[in-house]
């Protein structure tokens, strides 16, 4: 391999190779910021030399998440805390839980210059200012990763499951779960503003429209925003509109919500749904022990965190490993073989 010199540094960094000498040999006077882009640009260039202790903690990366409160983005944040606390000194992971129903605010604190960082891992909304944001990001030769979902012309670099085979797998179960009888079907999701929820409503309507059995009607998507209560309201509005409503298909978050609905109709009316909904959780596994919900798909958000800061690392040449870049296996999960699962604490 060529051997890295300091003029190869210097190009990289985008400054003088005195300055790449002053932050190898440690003779100061050089700003904290540019001591980084050179130590960065030659991590990236394999640069063999001691680098100085100094500057060896320089590596910051920002998560930017949404709704702490929700189980699933919860159960992601974990495995970020998990993970974070197995690597490196030198790399610090900062976590951030960002308003999503204010997307100016949400691009505002993406573009903040005010906060250092060489990376960031995001969940991205699909709106303009979001976009625009993530691209000066890049332009600033900030690493982006967009995580779980993104937004629209995204960067290639995105860790998730396949959205749309998810909802084509949905579709799937649905089609052949459902008793013959005729009946029409509902989907449950937060709104437009996620691609990934645009996706799976799209591959399962694609699936039932060309495989499924034609006495099943898929009727209409309501919204919910991934909120309890809204989702609770919404859904029990479509099914006094569908009164021969059999299936439900729980696209976004709100689990809880949309249970607490089926829930009261199997107990005052004695109607059963076929329930197929995302994201194993505590609220998920006991609806489906009760025999409430059917199956669930669950993303892995393990999986995506592990693999999103191998992606950002990779990336910023800090290690030298192959990183996939197919998307993250779903995993589905029933009263067969959820016994056999435990959620990392």
Known sequence: MKKTRL???AAAAGVGIATVERVLNERGGVKPHTAEK????AKRLGYKGVIPNLYRGTIRIEVILVRPESPFFSRLNRAFERIAASLDSSITVHRTFVEENDPEKFAAHISNSAIRRHAL???ALD???IRESLDRA??????VVQIVSYAEGRDDVF???DNYA?????GFYMSRMLRPAAGSIVAVCHSWAYQIHKERIRGFSDYLAAQGNPTHRFSEVVFGFDDDVRSAETLTQALRRGTDVVGVYNAGGANLGV???LQRYRQQDKRDFVWIAHELNDETRRFIVSGLMTLVLDQAPETQARRALDTVLSRMGVIDVPVSRDPVPFLTYTAENIGHFSLPT
Do not use: M, Q
């Open 127 to 129: 709106h303009p200012k």
């Open 259 to 261: 249970g607490s609905v």
């Open 138 to 143: 890049r332009s600033a030769g900030i690493e």
């Open 166 to 170: 998810a909802g084509r797998t949905a």
């Open 7 to 9: 003029v190869d540094i």
């Open 38 to 41: 050179v130590v960065l640009a």
């Open 159 to 161: 860790v998730g499951i």
């Open 121 to 123: 891992i995001v969940v």
